[in-house]
């Protein structure tokens, strides 16, 4: 008699509309937890890729510049260790960067007017490191790596955020503009010397040095 005075002073100790609604209330707040968490993105960061486009630009452009003869030994270790102990990492990195650029919202599956205007350099920034660089079998490694883990991440109805998104256009660009690149020079038969392997990418340079230079 006491034991059941006691559940009926204290229904939500039984599992009574007590605990139902106690229970209720803490499913609907960890369901508006979830719902927000899932609409939340991370926005564009503009000062990030603005500054780090302008650098790169003016780090690989103004290298073979500011190269002359005399510098052999950067000019071999830019051309054969270089190739190993930075692009490597530095696709890497981009690629570690870009696997957690997934939302589960839509909402940002979109990129603003800045991240549209930046595309065009970042991408033609990377068509450079790649023709001059001569290394398009590690972009297409890495541009390839890209495209499976957006196809797997769509399958976990995961989509890229502006910034994924941004990496994966600039990406996307530079393949293309290789391409062109590739093909406007096809026959070249100067070039064509220079390069006799399987894999033809003219460096800009070079083109720069037979065709423009040498006519001045």
Not at 54 to 83: C, K
């Amino acid at each position: 008699m006491e034991a059941a005075a006691r559940r009926r002073q204290h229904p939500g100790a039984a599992g009574g509309p007590g605990s139902q609604l106690g229970a209720s209330f803490l499913q609907a707040r960890h369901s508006s937890i979830k719902a927000e968490e899932a609409e939340h993105t991370a926005p564009f960061h503009l000062d990030l890729w603005f500054y780090f486009t302008l650098q790169n630009w003016i780090l690989d452009f103004g290298r073979p510049i500011a190269m002359i003869d005399s510098f052999e030994l950067l000019y071999y270790y830019d051309e054969y260790l270089g190739h190993s102990m930075w692009y490597i990492p530095f696709f890497l990195i981009l690629f570690m960067y870009f696997s957690g650029c997934f939302t589960a919202s839509k909402a940002g599956n979109s990129m603003p007017a800045p991240a549209l205007l930046l595309v065009a350099p970042s991408g033609l920034y990377y068509w450079y490191l790649v023709t001059e660089g001569q290394i398009f079998i590690l972009f297409v490694f890495t541009f390839f790596a890209m495209l499976a883990l957006v196809l797997h991440q769509k399958r976990r109805r995961l989509f890229l955020d502006s910034n994924g998104l941004f990496l994966f256009c600039s990406f996307t660009l530079t393949l293309l503009l290789v391409a062109l690149w590739v093909a406007w020079l096809w026959n070249d038969p100067v070039l064509r010397k220079k390069y006799p392997g399987v894999i033809y990418v003219p460096e800009p340079w070079a083109f720069y040095t037979l065709h423009v230079s040498s006519q001045h």
